[in-house]
């Protein structure tokens, strides 16, 4: 039987054919160096430590991968890319022999039993992360960065994070938990602006397809033909917002590649932090902004169904490679939930508790924004999750908006 999330099978002792065979390979070897005749210390320091590489690369884990894939993975990386080995001046290609047997050698570590309903390998385009600058890491005021010729090289710019909510399961909360998030953020970061300091500035982008919500909730309309141009609306709360993309948006790579132009232009706008409002599947419309977030928050309904699509979500990011960008929002509690057993099974967070609360229903139904009413616990969560977003900001200052929690509005 499958014994992980991703379908992973197992020989024994929890290990896959490929580290078994890594393991037993070892022990051989380290017998082997037991019977070569060296000195009795040397043969026994050679036999341990090839052993004790060999139970390494079969048990260790490394953000829940196996050391023996991670290696797979680097030497792969090492021959796709070409070696350049020291003391030559250009770089060599791998040897024809070593592709071969990376491939074979990784169909083996990565092959994954069954596949679950909605789960399919789709590739995904990643965007390659820059690095953080001196700005970016010291904020407004660092200098830029002098270089061995004495030449001051100019910093590149801050990348804004970008955030997206997502679950298989419709009806779970993602709009409603992207708005009032987003208009939490905004409202933080135009008072802070007013006192002279420097505030966030929030995009909210809806890239929903089936029944864009945004727009209505915030009071914004949505393009109803495809004649009409979609823009981008300043909200009250200082949010920039995307209402919706126009009807009949032209299907896959096409629409893969609009969403790819729109999220950077917003990039380049001036947005500190961009909040996604995706569909509950996998298009390439989907996949495509998916793939430009930072961290793609889960969002769990404490029910039974609820954690049963929680599992299904997370099979199908990690298998788009998602993997390390993933924690969870358990959304509408009645009360204190317990969900240790599934967290570590799953091997992530919760990030956020959002208590089911009337006022929040009542906003969400009359197409309002409960965060800029008076103080609910729902709002106090939605304010601990604003500074685990903002912590992450290189440059924002932590706690700066803390004191929004008890009155946004």
């Keep these: 039987m499958n014994d992980g999330l991703d379908g992973r099978e197992t020989v024994a002792f929890g290990l896959g054919a490929a580290e078994v065979a890594v393991f037993v390979l070892a022990l051989l070897t380290a017998y082997a160096a037991l019977r070569s005749g060296l000195p009795g210390v040397l043969e026994w320091s050679l036999a341990g430590l090839i052993a004790g590489t060999g139970a390494a690369l079969a048990w260790g884990r490394v953000s829940g991968r196996s050391l023996l894939e991670w290696t797979v993975l680097l030497v792969r990386f ?107 953020m905004a409202v933080r970061g135009t008072a802070d602006r007013a006192t002279g300091t420097a505030g966030m500035r929030v995009a909210l982008l809806d890239l929903t397809t089936r029944s864009p919500a945004v727009g209505l909730r915030l009071g914004i309309p949505v393009p109803s033909t495809r004649a009409e141009q979609a823009r981008m609306v300043t909200h009250p709360t200082g949010a920039t917002v995307f209402p919706g993309p126009v009807p009949d948006l032209p299907s896959g790579e096409a629409t893969a ?45 404490p029910t039974a169904g609820g954690v049963l699509d929680a599992y299904r979500s997370t099979a199908v990011l990690r298998r788009l490679g998602l993997r390390d960008r993933l924690d969870y929002v358990v959304n509408r509690c009645g009360g204190p939930v317990d969900m240790h057993e599934q967290m570590a099974d799953l091997g992530g967070d919760i990030v956020a508790e959002i ?47 803390s004191r929004w929690g008890s009155h946004a509005g």
Aim: hydrophobic share 40%; with cysteine.
């Design 78 to 184: 090492l021959a796709r890319n070409r070696v350049r080995w020291p003391g030559s001046s250009g770089r060599v290609p791998a040897p024809p022999g070593l592709r071969t047997l990376l491939a074979t050698t990784s169909s083996l570590v990565g092959r994954r039993g069954g596949s679950q309903a909605g789960a399919a390998l789709m590739p995904l385009a990643l965007r390659r992360h820059r690095a953080p600058s001196n700005a970016s890491a010291g904020g407004a005021g660092a200098q830029p960065a002098v270089t061995g010729s004495g030449r001051r090289q100019e910093a590149a710019p801050r990348r804004p994070q970008v955030e997206a909510f997502f679950s298989l399961n419709g009806g779970s909360g993602r709009t409603a938990l992207a708005v009032e998030l987003a208009a939490l």
């Design 257 to 301: 590649r609009w969403a790819r132009t729109l999220i950077g232009e917003v990039e380049q706008g001036g947005a500190d932090v961009i909040i996604v409002d995706v569909d509950c599947d996998l298009s390439a419309l989907c996949i495509e902004a998916l793939g430009r977030c930072d961290r793609v928050h889960i969002t769990v309904t």
């Design 355 to 401: 208590p089911l609360a009337d006022a929040f229903v009542d906003a969400e139904n009359s197409h309002r924004v409960a965060a800029l009413g008076g103080p609910t616990p729902c709002l106090a969560a939605l304010a601990k999750l604003a500074d685990h977003i903002q912590e992450r900001i290189p440059g924002s200052r932590p706690g700066i908006g």
